[in-house]
């Protein structure tokens, strides 16, 4: 089976702070996507990665930036965590580029900005 | 552009109800098409998927079918049990790159 987990399910972090969200999959796949989830308003996409070290902006980029030095790892930055940065993140991941597959999704990391 | 459009929740039904969470697309190409489901606390697991039109897709007593025609991709289910009490979130992936839309979720909360 494959699993993606990330580091936290809960954080809790004060306005001006930089937040790190890390997720790792063992499962080998090529791509790696960021999500966050509102009431109302699903899950929208942040950033995705078709490789290491590559990155693409999804429908809501600002305020974020993405690492992936590893093929397995895939780090959310909060460069600058605001209040309305407050929201549950979900990392997912999916085999490669071109091909339909599903995408997995870890747990979620609840985070509050205070 | 491309969207997927939900059923608005929340929806409640006694256990051993039918249910029906109604789902259509927007979309440019020839989609695949998938529920996922979260239960509370956790994150989205893939309940079923169809990838090209008049496919069903089946899992769990849940299905769905992949109507071209209506551009739609309604979830169904015959009789449905406390466990079943979750979000579900109907998405479409365009087979460009992988990348997906998904709806705003539609909760269900199923009472004995």
């Known amino acids: 089976d494959v699993k993606v987990t990330q580091s936290s399910r809960y954080l809790v972090k004060r306005t001006g702070e930089k937040v790190f969200l890390e997720c790792v999959q063992d499962m080998d796949h090529e791509n790696m996507f960021w999500y966050r989830q509102d009431p109302g308003l699903g899950l929208r996409l942040?950033?995705?990665?078709?490789?290491?070290?590559?990155?693409?902006?999804?429908?809501?980029?600002?305020?974020?930036?993405?690492?992936?030095?590893?093929?397995?790892?895939?780090?959310?930055?909060?460069e600058s965590a605001s209040t309305n940065q407050t929201s549950m993140y979900l990392c997912a991941s999916s085999l490669s580029?071109?091909?339909?597959?599903?995408?997995?999704?870890?747990?979620?990391?609840?985070?509050?900005?205070? | 552009g491309n969207s997927v459009t939900?059923?608005?929740?929340?929806?409640?039904?006694?256990?051993?109800?039918?249910?029906?969470?109604?789902?259509?697309?927007?979309?440019?190409?020839?989609?695949s098409l998938f529920w996922y489901v979260q239960y509370p606390?956790?994150?989205?697991?893939?309940?079923?998927?169809?990838?090209?039109?008049?496919?069903?897709?089946?899992?769990?007593?849940?299905e769905a079918t992949y109507r071209k025609e209506t551009t739609s991709f309604h979830l169904e289910k015959g009789s449905v049990q406390v466990s079943d009490s979750a979000v579900y979130f109907c998405a479409l992936d365009l087979n460009t790159g992988n990348q997906f839309y998904f709806g705003t979720g539609t909760s269900l909360t199923v009472i004995p």
């Not at chain 1, 693409?56 to 895939?74: H, L, M, N, T």
């Not at chain 2, 939900?6 to 020839?30: D, H, K, R, W």
């Not at chain 2, 989205?44 to 496919?55: G, I, P, R, S, V």
């Open chain 2, 6 to 31: 939900q059923m608005e929740g929340p929806v409640t039904l006694s256990e051993e109800a039918f249910l029906t969470i109604n789902c259509t697309y927007t979309a440019t190409g020839y989609p």
């Open chain 1, 46 to 78: 942040i950033y995705f990665s078709y490789d290491v070290k590559m990155k693409e902006k999804g429908d809501i980029p600002e305020g974020y930036s993405v690492s992936r030095e590893k093929k397995e790892r895939f780090s959310l930055i909060l």
């Open chain 1, 97 to 114: 580029i071109g091909v339909t597959d599903t995408q997995y999704f870890g747990p979620g990391t609840r985070l509050t900005v205070l």
């Open chain 2, 41 to 62: 606390g956790e994150g989205l697991q893939l309940l079923l998927k169809a990838t090209k039109a008049d496919d069903k897709g089946s899992n769990k007593g849940f």
